[in-house]
């Protein structure tokens, strides 16, 4: 069964940048059969998808956020990041990370989720 866990920091300054790690455990990481994707929850918001990272290693990103968004991969750790420049208010939001089969609509795998508030 795959496993996700989000770590990072709970409280960015403004204009700093969020990193947030995910950490894959119970399946093949680097495996063709999978994507891995970070989606975030703003307060009284619906879900809004951030980004993917496919095995190939090749991103794509909500075009609301491309330029200041990056999702990378540690395969040493089995681990995808996300950084996410130039941070307001408007990004404080419980962020999740989450997996995906190929062929497979959606998201079956879904780390709890870790709140990150933007404030000075």
């Known amino acids: 069964q795959v496993q996700l866990q989000e770590s990072g920091p709970g409280l960015v300054k403004p204009s700093q940048t969020l990193s947030l790690r995910c950490t894959v455990s119970?399946?093949?990481?680097?495996?063709?059969?999978?994507?891995w994707g970070w989606i975030r929850q703003p307060p009284g918001k619906g879900l809004e998808w951030m980004g993917v990272?496919?095995?190939?290693?090749?991103?794509y990103y909500r075009s609301a956020l491309e330029g200041r968004t990056s999702i990378s991969r540690d395969t040493t750790e089995n681990q995808f990041i996300l950084q996410l420049g130039s941070v307001t208010a408007e990004d404080t939001a419980v962020y999740y990370c989450?997996?995906?089969?190929?062929?497979?609509?959606?998201?079956?795998?879904w780390g709890r989720g870790t709140k990150v508030t933007v404030s000075s």
């Open positions: 989450a997996g995906g089969r190929v062929g497979q609509d959606g998201y079956a795998y």
């Open positions: 119970g399946g093949s990481f680097t495996s063709d059969q999978y994507y």
């Open positions: 990272i496919a095995d190939s290693g090749a991103t």
